[in-house]
């Protein structure tokens, strides 16, 4: 059972399945991670320690300007994980003056390269687009060559064993890929378990529409 | 002036008791989220309108990074990319206090969040957080590097305050921390191009005595330095206004890196050429307008209409009372005795309870001779300390009816002459100042409910008539 099995389920149900091309869809990934990344380090940095939370008791051994952020490293070190930790400071990395106009602002141009993407390919127009001021009219229309929804896996492998030990993160990371992009153009997207694979591993398939799009893809889901 | 802060409906108000008025969201809770104030949004318009700028069909917010105990959020919401408004300029000349005329342009203004308050030096060791300011909405106005004394400098930050006030925008208060002013400061030698030397960031400055004096010390500092053979450093600095210097505050290699990054939780705000009108409609007489107009109109001094124009509500109450009265009385008695009651009494005159109507009538009963000059002065303060009666109720309120019948005068005159013959004898001697003691004898007897020039015509007559 696998995406061709979903795809031939659907065409039974009286869906017309046909292909559609997403060039941007692998960049996806990357652009992802910058922009949460260095969203986490922005949400993330109220954790202080002066107005609630854990505060460190560790006492600077000098007085002066330093003093300050001595304090926050202290609390901030004890008081977040270790991956926490990493993605604060890949995402405050990707924001400095220096890196930001090669990563940081590089990902929101892609952001919006994948959203251009699914823009094109979807019959219903992007009601999001409509608020924007840069916005073509080709942009608002119903095109009539357009799908409803698209199908497509989950992940790109089975679910890793738990005691699978990978000391590279950055492998977590890369399973993400087919499922980050509708979180980078807004669209709903669903998981649905179909059948299993020759080990007898289950696997999901996946649905997105177009922003606004939700109880179409409900349903969609339920037949499947 | 706005009622709530800039993204949360906490109270904005500045002098209420510590970490009183803090929403969620300005203490930086977990889950909180910001809301953009719509009032600020107004504010914000009618101050760039005021200053000739231009608002702006779109705008967003951005994310200023770093850590410190007065940044509860860890960031600062500002725009530092599409501001609200681009833009206008502040026009100095003669009636500023300034020799020439110059424009010093503004190239954009933006709104952001105002810092928590930090308090040093109460317990040692110990830095106490105020979050009430956390949030307030703040309009930074960035001018271009046209300023070139501390003149200027000084008399453009006058000349805002001037605006925004009567636009209602902010009170523009240094004392009070509802404006502040950070400037950049850097030295040219004659022939070189203006803009060549690095510029120093003075911030802090809380009056305009102390931009005058802290742009005075920066320069003489950056001209021994350059004498000396080195070179300005780029760094911001404070002034001590004790020492008369600017003092290092932080070199450019601790200038932090800011991170700018849009705010995602704030749309993009889109205002429609209707909107900014309807606020533009709303706006009042700009001063430069005013002044000319009604200096014209009324025949007014300039200094006078200055005074007046510096009051907001004080040209709105000036011109409905003058209408049908002598224009010269009423801005004379507004600008020294209002005002003057208003000086004592701390307050605004929008504040006050005095109405148009009430000086109205207060002056009409003065030309009218019903009351004198004093008791007018004293009716003035009562309607300012909130009567509400009318001139005629408080005037038998105060016993204060004037007798004008000149044959009861004359009456009362005749019979305390009578009774004081050598009195009489001496003024007709030569002893003029024997009328005076006739006259005070007189008003005593009607209980000064007679006017002097009166009673001293009646008096003159009949003594005259002895002769």
């Given amino acids: ?224 | 002036m706005a009622k709530k802060k800039l993204f949360s409906p906490a109270s904005a108000k500045w002098d209420d008791p510590p970490n009183t008025n803090v929403a969620l969201v300005d203490a930086g809770v977990p889950g909180s989220l910001p809301l953009l104030n719509p009032e600020c949004m107004q504010l914000a318009a009618r101050a760039i309108i005021g200053l000739d700028g231009k608002v702006q069909n779109q705008s967003s917010f951005d994310r200023k990074h770093y850590f410190y105990s007065d940044q509860p959020l860890g960031f600062q919401i500002t725009q530092q990319h599409s501001p609200i408004g681009r833009g206008g300029k502040i026009h100095l000349g003669t009636n500023e206090g300034l020799k020439y005329t110059k424009d010093i342009r503004i190239s954009q203004m933006q709104l952001e969040q105002d810092t928590a308050k930090s308090i040093h030096a109460v317990y040692p060791g110990y830095v106490l957080t105020d979050l009430n300011r956390a949030g307030v909405a703040l309009l930074e106005i960035v001018s271009e590097p046209d300023i070139d004394t501390p003149d200027e400098a000084a008399l453009c930050v006058r000349k805002i305050q001037t605006l925004l006030r009567h636009i209602g925008a902010s009170h523009c208060n240094m004392e009070e921390g509802s404006m502040r002013c950070d400037v950049n400061v850097s030295v040219y030698r004659d022939g070189e191009c203006r803009l060549s030397g690095t510029r120093c960031e003075l911030k802090n400055l809380n009056s305009l005595k102390v931009i005058r004096g802290a742009i005075n010390a920066e320069v003489r500092r950056q001209i021994e330095v350059i004498h000396n053979g080195k070179q300005v450093e780029q760094e911001t600095r404070g002034f001590d206004a004790r020492q008369g210097k600017t003092f290092l505050a932080r070199s450019k290699e601790d200038a932090p890196d800011y991170r700018y990054m849009p705010e995602p939780d704030i749309p993009e705000v889109h205002l429609t050429d209707q909107w900014i009108e309807a606020v533009r409609a709303t706006l009042p007489e700009l001063p430069e307008a005013a002044l000319a107009r009604i200096q014209g109109q009324y025949s007014l001094s300039k200094d006078t209409v200055e005074t007046m124009l510096d009051e907001p509500g004080c040209i709105g109450l000036f011109e409905n009372v003058a209408k049908g009265r002598n224009a010269k009385v009423v801005a004379a008695w507004i600008t020294s005795e209002v005002f003057g009651q208003l000086s004592y009494r701390a307050q605004r005159l929008q504040d006050s309870t005095l109405t148009a109507n009430q000086l109205s009538a207060l002056l009409d009963a003065l030309e009218g001779k019903m009351v004198t000059s004093t008791q007018a002065k004293q009716l003035l303060v009562e309607y300012m300390n909130g009567d509400v009666r009318s001139v005629a109720d408080l005037i038998k309120a105060h016993g204060w009816e004037v007798i004008s019948d000149e044959g009861k005068l004359a009456d009362i005159a005749k019979s305390i002459l009578d009774e004081h013959p050598k009195e009489i004898e001496g003024y007709l001697k030569g002893q003029k100042r024997r009328l005076n003691f006739f006259v005070g004898k007189v008003m005593s007897a009607t209980k000064g409910q007679a006017r002097p020039q009166d009673v001293s015509r009646i008096v003159h007559e009949l003594l005259e008539k002895r002769r």
């Fill in chain 1, 1 to 224: 059972m696998d995406k061709a099995a979903g795809a031939q389920r659907l065409a039974d149900l009286g869906c017309e399945v046909v292909q559609v091309s997403l060039p941007h869809i692998p960049s996806s990934l990357p652009a992802y991670y910058t922009l949460a990344f260095a969203e986490a380090s922005s949400n993330l940095a109220r954790y202080d320690g002066i107005r609630y939370g854990t505060r460190s008791s560790q006492r600077p051994e000098t007085t002066g300007s330093n003093n300050a952020s001595y304090k926050y490293t202290c609390t901030r070190s004890e008081g977040f994980g270790v991956e926490v930790q990493r993605r604060i400071l890949l995402g405050t990395y990707v924001m400095t003056a220096s890196a930001s106009e090669k990563y940081h602002v590089l990902a929101q141009k892609i952001r919006r390269l994948v959203q251009k993407d699914f823009d094109s390919v979807f019959s219903l127009p992007n009601a999001l687009a409509l608020h924007s001021t840069k916005v073509s009219d080709a942009m608002l229309v119903n095109r009539p060559a357009g799908v409803d929804a698209l199908l497509f896996p989950t992940t790109t492998d089975s679910a890793p064993f738990l005691d699978a030990k990978d000391p590279n993160p950055i492998t977590g990371y890369v399973n993400d890929v087919m499922t980050v992009s509708a979180n980078l153009a807004g669209i709903p997207a669903i998981s649905v378990p179909f059948g299993s694979d020759s080990a007898g591993m289950p696997i999901g398939l996946q649905l997105a529409a177009q922003y606004g799009d939700d109880n179409l893809l409900l349903a969609i889901a339920s037949y499947l």
